[in-house]
């Protein structure tokens, strides 16, 4: 069975903190696709980054960056120097080819100013 | 280019009744599927639909049911709301592994 856990329920960081979102995948396929959205108050689920189960490298765009450990079954995503606008509720999602998206139950992120 | 869209943005209907939502995917992209998000919880897959079939299914009762036109596009139709199926609905568009999602429709149900 597939499964993604996000602990953390709600978060809350000064501006200009740094803030890790965890998640953890369960899946027995070898070949799976790791996602994050965010997901501001108007609802739309933005896409962030797709990695997939045969590529660990750590990815680094702007202020966010994404840890992928097989060993542990972990996607982190860390938001570095946070802001306002980084406001949100951030959601891990597992794809398994030629099935559907599990998502977590999301992260709300609270930036105060 | 447009996104994803959908119609309506919110909706109010009262138990028993029935609702269609209604999706534009992305230009390009040809698999539709749509997810209900309860408050505080993440998106649950409904169903997935592509070359105007049902390609996948979640765990949904039978009074979820859709369709996709020649043009993408899809509905989403619930028979018989419960109090429960007030939702965020939201339609995906995919084309391969690059998946949009919508703005999304508002179902409250009372």
């Known amino acids: 069975a597939q499964k993604v856990t996000q602990a953390q329920t709600e978060i809350s960081v000064v501006e200009k903190e740094d803030v890790t979102l965890d998640c953890v995948y369960e899946?027995?396929?070898?070949?799976?696709?790791l996602f994050w959205y965010k997901q501001p108050p108007s609802g739309e689920l933005v896409f962030l980054i797709r990695r997939n189960s045969f590529d660990e490298q750590n990815e680094i765009s702007g202020r966010y960056s994404w840890n992928f450990q097989k060993s542990t079954s972990s996607f982190n995503f860390t938001i570095t120097a946070s802001q306002v606008v980084d406001s949100a509720v951030y959601f891990c999602?597992?794809?398994?080819?030629?099935?559907?998206?599990?998502f977590g139950t999301g992260t709300s992120l609270t930036v105060i100013p | 280019d447009a996104g994803v869209t959908q119609s309506p943005t919110h909706l109010i209907k009262t138990r028993g009744q029935q609702v269609t939502l209604r999706c534009s995917p992305k230009?390009?992209?040809?698999?539709v599927s749509w997810y209900q998000q309860a408050l505080g919880q993440g998106p649950q897959f409904i169903f997935q639909y592509y070359e105007e079939e049902e390609r996948q299914r979640g765990n949904f009762p039978d009074r979820f049911s859709g369709h996709q036109f020649p043009n993408y596009s899809s509905e989403l139709n619930v028979n018989a709301l419960l109090l429960g199926d007030s939702a965020l609905y939201l339609c995906a568009s995919s084309w391969g592994l690059e998946q949009f999602f919508g703005p999304g429709t508002r179902l409250t149900v009372l």
């Open positions: 230009s390009g992209h040809d698999t």
């Open positions: 899946t027995r396929d070898t070949t799976y696709y």
């Open positions: 999602a597992l794809l398994i080819p030629g099935n559907q998206f599990y």
